[in-house]
Nanobody, 120 residues
Framework: QVQLVESGGGLVQTGGSLRLSCAAS????????MAWFRQAPGRERQFVSQ????????WYADSVKGRFSISRDNAKNTVYLHMSSLKPEDTAVYYC?????????????WGQGTQVTVSS
């Protein structure tokens, strides 16, 4: 069984920065890619950013381009989301999703989420 655990959320003022982390753990597994999504109250979960594990290609939602940066540490099976110039509209629960193969089965795994609140 693979588990994803996020950390790094919190309360920050407009214009501030935060770094989220998401670590994958479990018995033998291989990561193909990881992504960040977010969900604000009353809204659908939306894509934020994604990174491929082998080549490190990255993708961003238009709403966060130029402000957020995704990176990975392959040795630690950890993905990071560096968030800067935060706005109140970035307030949401941030979830990490992993595209991971374990025991011959490739599947998507989700973390439990971490709250990010940006005050105006």
């Amino acid at each position: 069984q693979v588990q994803l655990v996020e950390s790094g959320g919190g309360l920050v003022q407009t214009g501030g920065s935060l770094r989220l982390s998401c670590a994958a753990s479990g018995r033998t597994f291989s990561v193909y890619g990881m992504a960040w999504f977010r969900q604000a109250p009353g809204r659908e979960r939306q894509f934020v950013s994604q990174i491929s594990w082998s080549g490190g290609s990255t993708w961003y939602a238009d709403s966060v381009k130029g402000r957020f940066s995704i990176s990975r540490d392959n040795a630690k099976n950890t993905v990071y989301l560096h968030m800067s110039s935060l706005k109140p509209e970035d307030t949401a629960v941030y979830y990490c999703k992993g595209d991971i193969a374990s025991q011959g089965v490739r599947a998507e795994y989700w973390g439990q989420g971490t709250q990010v609140t940006v005050s105006s």
